[in-house]
Structure formats: C-alpha cells, structure tokens
C-alpha cells in the first residue's frame, strides 16, 4: 500500500495557514501581555498611595517632605520640597517594610546610565533613608510634590502637606509616573511622557501607548489613555487652585470640565 505523502504545494498551505493564524493571534496576545503589565503596575502603584495615607496616620496628618524637613512657608520649594528626592520611597521600604521592586517598572523606559553603577539600585538610585536619598531623576515613579507645598510654585496658597487640606482627595493625584522622584511640574510635563510625544525612549511612560497611571490621594488608581481623562483628575491639592485647561494648574492633558 502506497504512503500518502505531502506535496509541495499542500505543504505551502500548511505553512500559509499557520503564518495566517500566527499573525491573527500574535496582536491579541501582546495587547494581554501589555494588559497585565499596566495592571501590576496599578497595584504597585495602589500599595504606594496607601503607603504614604500609612505615613500621615504616623506623622499628624503630614505627607513625606525631604528627609522629614520642613516645607518652606514662602516658597515653592526648598530643602522640604526637593524634585529629586526619593526619601518618601525609602521610607516606606525601610519603615514598613514595603519591598523594593514595587518601585521598579520593567514596562516602562527609563534613563538606564548608572544601572550597574556600583551601590546604585533601579527605581532608586544611591543611598537610603539617612543619606543620599535621590536617583538622578532616572526612576519611574514619582510623589506628588505639589502636595506639600504651603505656598505653590506660582504664589497660591497650598495646603502645605496635611492630607486633611485636600479637598478633593478622590482626583488629586498622590502618585505617578514620571522621571523625578518628588514631581514640581506642570501637567504639560505628564503630557509630555506619552509614547506619542515623548523627545526619547527614557522619557515614556505610557506603556507602549497603553495607558499612563495615576494614583490618587485617596488610594484608588486610574490608568488614562492618551487625551482621556473621565474624572478630569489633577495635581493641585485644592480646587480652588485649578485652572482645567492651565499648563501648569491644568487637569492631565489639560482638558476642560465640561
């Protein structure tokens, strides 16, 4: 009795159909890879937010300034407020044993120049609590900083660190991804690290276009598409001070509240 054999032409199709079904499958399976990425994320994120509501029910009501200093009372910022400190990071690991890869974003890019620097950590940079305290603003994620201001960069009254002078916990933003540890800037900066504007890979923080995250005071975490932005979520502290479509007192993307 005579084998069945393939011929060239049927193995062509063979080969045909499983280059089709690959490249049907491939998309759906990288958009559930970035899926879960992003949702890890928002956990760490989440576990970050709930660190720092953790540190103000220690420290009467006040959020994390620089080395537990105080936040200058007529300025922007100063030794309290200090853009590239991670002392809020390593409090949380060495105070409450929080681990510090919840700190690390492998999703994300970052500025990778001092990676195998010796005593350098990813996500955190040099030192600890007692010391250094700062990454070179080559991390993933960063404080609000806004949040301890007693008077904001542009002379507004702030609430000077006191979680209680929030008024409007559920959209003021806590926690996000950025590149300097303890965040000074405008919104037009968090605009800036979307995949679709972002100057250089180690400035994305968007998840490959995905979604940017953000954590808010009161602990929950919303991932925001680029230009979508339901709750119209903000960095200013009291609403008062926002100005929706503002560079600087904007909401995220800068969108109006209508």
């Known amino acids: 009795m005579r084998k069945a054999v393939f011929t060239l032409i ?10 089709i079904l690959a490249a049907m499958l ?36 006040q959020f994390p300034t620089h080395k537990g200093l105080p936040a200058p009372a007529n300025a922007g910022f100063g030794d309290g407020v200090n853009f590239s400190s991670t002392y809020w990071m390593h409090y949380l690991i060495e105070r409450y044993g929080f681990s510090a890869r919840i700190f ?22 040099l030192g600890g609590l007692n010391d ?21 960069q542009w002379g507004g009254t702030n609430i000077g660190g006191k979680i209680s ?12 991804e950025y590149l300097t540890p303890t965040c000074i ?8 690290t979307s995949a679709r504007i972002a100057s250089s890979p180690a400035e994305i923080r968007d998840h490959f276009g995905v979604s940017s995250n953000y954590a808010m005071v009161d602990g929950h975490v919303e991932g925001l598409a680029y230009m979508q ?29 209508e």
Not at 26 to 35: C, D, G, N, V
């Open 229 to 257: 932005n339901p709750n119209r979520i903000h960095l200013v502290p009291r609403r008062e001070l926002l100005r929706p479509t503002d560079w600087y007192w904007g909401t995220v993307w800068q969108l109006s509240l």
């Open 104 to 125: 690390i974003c492998p999703y994300n890019g970052h500025n990778s120049a001092d990676d195998n620097a010796e005593g350098w950590r990813v996500g955190l940079g």
């Open 26 to 61: 491939l998309p759906a399976l990288q958009r559930t890879r970035i899926t879960a990425n992003v949702s890890h994320c928002k956990n760490n994120m989440k576990q970050m937010a709930q660190g720092l509501v953790l540190y103000t029910g220690d420290f009467n009501d």
């Open 165 to 176: 002078r929030c008024d409007s916990p559920s959209k003021t933003i806590s926690v996000m």
């Open 185 to 192: 800037d405008g919104v037009l900066n968090l605009k800036n």
């Open 132 to 152: 250094w305290c700062t990454n070179g603003n080559q991390g993933f994620y960063s404080m609000n900083g806004r949040l301890l201001m007693i008077v904001d």
């Open 10 to 19: 049927e193995l062509l199709v063979v080969i045909a159909i499983i280059a």
